[in-house]
Nanobody, 121 residues
């Protein structure tokens, strides 16, 4: 079993910053890409940012220049530094990771439970 545990969400005023963390634990052989998604009421879950095991990153256009994704492979942890937050960033943020639980097994996606980020105007 693999668990992803997120932390760092909360309430912040517009223009403020938050840092999300997501730690993977359990039976882990390797972790491929890790990422952050978000979902607000009435909308589909969308990719915010992702990072490969080698450090390559991808960002949604709406967060480029404001959010930074990083990871610590030794700790199986991914981070999302969010600066210049705006009310439209309000959502539940979910961590995702592609995890192989043993060698010669394809990685499968795992999800965290989500953490609420609320940005007040």
């Amino acid at each position: 079993q693999v668990q992803l545990v997120e932390s760092g969400g909360g309430l912040v005023q517009a223009g403020g910053s938050l840092r999300l963390s997501c730690a993977a634990s359990g039976t882990i052989f390797s972790i491929n890409a890790m990422g952050w998604y978000r979902q607000s009421p009435g909308k589909q879950r969308e990719l915010v940012a992702s990072i490969t095991s080698g450090g390559g990153t991808t960002y949604a256009d709406s967060v480029k220049g404001r959010f930074t994704i990083s990871r610590d492979n030794a700790k199986n942890t991914v981070y999302l530094q969010m600066n210049s937050l705006q009310p439209e960033d309000t959502a539940v943020y979910y961590c995702n990771a592609g995890v192989a639980t043993r060698s010669l097994v394809y990685a499968r996606p795992y999800w965290g439970q989500g953490t609420q980020v609320t940005v007040s105007s």
